[in-house]
């Protein structure tokens, strides 16, 4: 296995995915939730952004190429996706939201995918798969997105503990920063799109 590809990866794959970032978008999502609720989005987010990654890494240029998609393409949906949860936890429309279906948006969106498996990192993976050479590489660049993803919910998991300190109040406040947040990437996200289409003729 070569070890500096399995870092490469990594360190890769830890910039564009952010997990420290994450943390205040997941607990705007499910600070008042019951503990079971938190524990069990904890894990279901990188579990279901393992599974794209995943996905992505055996057959991505093939998908893409087989619904002629670009990255672009992809960046401009996961702006747009992150952009409508932004408005929501900016506006508060979130917590009125029924019980089953936050669930299932903190376990697949925003967290699952754009957030965490979202347009870069899906590209880097691309990337890295076309530029391996030998089970070797393919080891390295497995090991490192596993990696990432353990990371990921270490994160989550023991994020919930700041909720006790936060308190009510300080959950609203973080969902109303997490959303500026949010819509900060979204638009960057846009901004790359139209950038890369424009590039790409």
Do not use: C
């Amino acid at each position: 296995m070569d070890v500096t590809l399995y870092l490469t990866v990594l360190v890769t794959l830890f910039v564009i995915m952010d997990p420290p970032g994450a943390i205040p978008v997941f607990l705007s999502l499910v600070g008042r939730k019951s503990k079971e609720a938190r524990n069990r989005a904890a894990w279901q987010a990188p579990a279901v952004s393992l599974a794209v990654i995943t996905v992505f890494a055996v057959g991505g240029q093939a998908i893409l190429s087989y619904l002629h998609i670009g990255i672009p393409a992809l960046q401009g949906a996961g702006g747009l996706l992150l952009l409508l949860i932004a408005l929501e936890l900016l506006t508060g429309r979130s917590a009125n939201q029924p019980q089953g279906a936050e669930d299932v948006n903190v376990a697949l969106v925003p967290l699952g995918t754009p957030l965490m498996a979202g347009p870069g990192a899906i590209a880097a993976v691309i990337v890295f798969v076309a530029q391996s050479d030998g089970v070797g590489d393919h080891v390295a660049i497995a090991l490192a997105i596993l990696s990432m993803h353990l990371i990921l919910f270490l994160v989550l998991r023991f994020s919930t503990l700041l909720i006790r300190i936060l308190g009510e109040s300080g959950i609203t406040l973080l969902a109303r920063i997490a959303g500026l947040l949010l819509a900060a990437i979204a638009v960057q996200l846009v901004a790359d799109s139209v950038r890369g289409f424009i590039a790409g003729g």
